[in-house]
C-alpha cells in the first residue's frame, strides 16, 4: 500500500502566504503525476496544481502566477507553495499521487492524502 501524508496547513490572513507538504511512502516503484486538488464546502473537488515526474506543470487558472508546486522525486514528495492567498482559496487540500507499484506493470494506481485545512481570512 502507498500512504500520502500532508502538512502545512492553516490560517492566514488575506495576501499572506503557505507551504503545503506531502510525503508518500510504501510500496512505490514510480510515482508519475503528483499534485493538490481543493474542495470548499458546497463544490466539487477541483484540480489546483499538478507536477510529472519530469517537471511539467499544469495549474487551475484561478492560482496561476500566485501557487507554485514542485518536487522533490528522489524523497517522493510534493510542495504547493501558495502566495497572494485569498479567501476564495479557503478549501480543504488533497495531495494526490499516480504511483506504479512493479516494474511489470505500466498500471498506475491513484492515492490520495487525508487533506489538509486552508482557511483565507479577509
Known amino acids: 500500500q502507498v500512504q500520502l501524508v500532508e502538512s502545512g496547513g492553516g490560517l492566514v490572513q488575506a495576501g499572506g502566504s503557505l507551504r503545503l507538504s506531502c510525503a508518500a511512502s510504501?510500496?512505490?516503484?514510480?510515482?508519475?503525476?503528483m499534485g493538490w486538488y481543493r474542495q470548499a464546502p458546497g463544490n466539487e473537488r477541483e484540480m489546483v496544481a499538478v507536477?510529472?515526474?519530469?517537471?511539467?506543470?499544469n495549474y487551475a487558472d484561478s492560482v496561476k502566477g500566485r501557487f507554485t508546486v514542485s518536487r522533490e522525486n528522489a524523497k517522493n514528495t510534493v510542495y504547493l507553495q501558495m502566495n497572494s492567498l485569498r479567501p476564495e482559496d479557503t478549501a480543504v487540500y488533497y495531495c494526490?499521487?499516480?504511483?506504479?507499484?512493479?516494474?511489470?506493470?505500466?498500471?498506475?494506481?491513484?492515492?490520495w492524502g487525508q487533506g489538509t485545512q486552508v482557511t483565507v481570512s479577509s
Open positions: 494526490y499521487a499516480g504511483v506504479r507499484l512493479s516494474s511489470l506493470s505500466y498500471r498506475q494506481n491513484n492515492y
Open positions: 510504501g510500496n512505490i516503484f514510480r510515482i508519475n503525476a
Open positions: 507536477i510529472t515526474s519530469g517537471g511539467s506543470t
